[in-house]
């Protein structure tokens, strides 16, 4: 394929705007390949090419690479011209703005890039000292009294890629309009080369503060729990220790092969603690250390996942299990008049019955903790079925692995000192308010056109059964498809993070003393309920 003398030109002006030497030299390589016919290399120049970065679902997310459709600095520069001028608007002029990174490829850099901006633009910047998890940027945002929050992390994507979120003046991530703000400031910004940069931040001293409000969190007082945890290569290990730590609970072991923050993931594929495979070190681990409880944060600790030792062996919880869990512990303990927890739609159901039997208010809000964190006054509670947890939303209005697996490890350590555990409990639940199993199929596009035209064309002839049960179509968003019945729910809509169409699958059965039976049912109810998705996705 010969390279169009349109994307040459291209090309050429943005490596002409571009002040990193680096990506430059790396575009001129690409460009050269694309202009000598080397296979793959215009399909290559194309897609970095192929328009700038867009705010998603909390911000930037993409590959480290050259190019304005790559994370790199001249990207980050030209986003952060534009958050300053969205603060501008919004009449921050001049106000603190806390700067925090992950140890993924770039965050560095990207960092330096994003504080200088903001520095020459007359803001105050406060930088976190060293690469430290998402939820203590968001913690600090709201503690400091912050206009806004920058975190360069790319959370759970593949080691290639790289992110930058953007939290607001009340610490929460951004929703619409201000990302199309944002979008706006960034469209006005000099080319790269051009925006302003002046050195400048005030380093954080510490997180000490972060640590003494999760060492409140624990509602009971039992500590004796011996815990294995795993920061998957990233930021979390040793503020999750001393969280823990000062909260209690001291016998705990992290994962030596994926202790240390390695943006290259040397031991999982994807970083992801939903992803089959990654966990499995952490549940040998805890295997052979005898452990009560194993505990899995994503790269940037945002996100927590448990393992539980069940009668049949080890294995890790659901987002929808631990969110009940950990949902039923904080209204049994809850000291707050007329508490609201919130889940999303595509979360179990069962948190909703939990809350009526605690006279509780719930309520679900679509995907997403920029939506959670927002769900109502008298938030005590939020959690979505991707291991997304909030415990404490009066301090980080976002998911926090670490405070999470805080609260965690207290209900642990409470029902262990009752003799009993995580399984006991969800056997509690299942009995009160009925069995509910979940399911989530997950398409990977290397095409995104097709994603579109998958769901649109799935609301546009839905089918009027699901395993031979009636279901009728209700949809919550533009973009997404949910079809119930009795006894089911499918929901089907595009990742906000990832290149994907995601399908969740719910099956209930009522309470009963026979769960066996029940949760065999269920099962078998599941498994046809998924074949007949798949079917579906893959016409």
């Not at 060293?130 to 939820?135: A, D, E, F, M, Q």
């Not at 503690?143 to 920058?150: E, I, K, N």
């Not at 705990?252 to 495979?277: H, I, M, R, S, W």
């Not at 670490?402 to 490890?409: E, L, N, T």
Request: charged share 20%; proline share 8%.
């Amino acid at each position: 394929m010969s390279l169009p003398a349109p994307l040459r030109d291209e090309a050429f002006r943005w490596m002409a705007d571009d002040p990193d030497a680096d990506t430059t030299l790396e575009l001129q390589r690409v460009v050269a390949n694309a202009m000598g016919g080397a296979p793959g290399a215009v399909d290559d120049l194309a897609d970095r090419m192929n328009g700038t970065l867009a705010f998603g679902t909390a911000g930037l997310r993409g590959p480290v690479r050259a190019g304005s459709n790559g994370m790199n600095r001249a990207v980050v520069l030209r986003a952060t011209a534009g958050v300053a001028a969205w603060l501008v608007h919004k009449g921050h002029s001049g106000g603190l703005v806390v700067v925090g990174r992950d140890a993924r490829h770039g965050s560095a850099e990207f960092a330096v890039a994003a504080t200088e901006v903001l520095v020459a633009a007359g803001f105050r910047v406060a930088t976190l000292p060293g690469p430290l998890p998402t939820p203590v940027t968001a913690f600090l945002v709201r503690s400091l009294g912050a206009v806004a929050g920058l975190q360069i992390t790319a959370s759970h994507n593949p080691p290639a890629d790289n992110g930058y979120k953007v939290y607001t003046d009340d610490g929460a991530q951004i929703v619409p309009p201000d990302d199309r703000l944002i979008e706006a400031g960034i469209r006005d910004a000099p080319p790269a080369r051009l925006v302003p940069t002046s050195p400048g931040g005030q380093p954080v001293p510490g997180i000490d503060d972060y640590l003494a409000r999760v060492a409140t969190l624990p509602r009971g007082t039992a500590r004796d729990l011996r815990v294995v945890l795993t920061p998957l290569h990233g930021v979390g290990g040793d503020t999750a220790r001393q969280a823990l730590a000062a909260a209690g609970f001291t016998d705990v072991t992290l994962v030596a092969e994926q202790a240390d923050p390695d943006p290259d993931f040397p031991t999982v594929t994807f970083p992801n603690p939903e992803e089959p495979g990654a966990a499995d070190l952490l549940l040998a681990t805890a295997e052979a250390a005898d452990a009560d409880l194993a505990i899995a944060l994503d790269p940037d600790a945002d996100r927590c996942a448990l393992g539980v030792r069940f009668p049949d062996g080890w294995r890790m919880l659901t987002g929808d299990e631990t969110g009940s869990l950990v949902g039923d512990h904080i209204l049994s303990t809850v000291d707050k008049p007329d508490p609201l927890v919130a889940t999303t739609i595509v979360s179990s159901s069962q948190l909703a019955l939990i809350a009526a039997a605690h006279h509780a208010r719930h309520t679900e809000t679509l995907t997403g903790f920029k939506w959670l964190a927002r769900a109502g006054e008298g938030l005590v509670f939020a959690y979505e079925e991707a291991l997304g947890v909030c415990v404490d939303p009066d301090a980080v209005r976002d998911k926090d692995g670490i405070s999470a697996a805080v609260v965690a490890c207290d209900l642990a350590a409470t029902l262990k000192a009752a003799g009993r555990g995580l399984p006991d409990a969800l056997d509690d639940l299942a009995r009160t308010h009925g069995v509910h199993l979940t399911a989530q199929i997950s398409l990977r596009f290397t095409d995104l056109a097709r994603i579109g035209p998958l769901v649109a064309g799935l609301r546009a002839t839905p089918p009027t059964t699901l395993t031979g049960t009636p279901v009728t179509q209700d949809n919550p968003a533009p973009d997404v498809l949910r079809l119930r019945g009795e006894g089911l729910r499918v929901i089907v809509r595009p990742s906000g993070t990832e290149p994907k169409v995601k399908a969740y699958l719910e099956i209930t059965e009522p309470p009963t003393d026979d769960l066996p039976a029940a949760r065999e049912k269920a099962t078998a109810r599941l498994t046809a309920l998924r074949t007949e998705v798949e079917s579906l996705l893959n016409p």
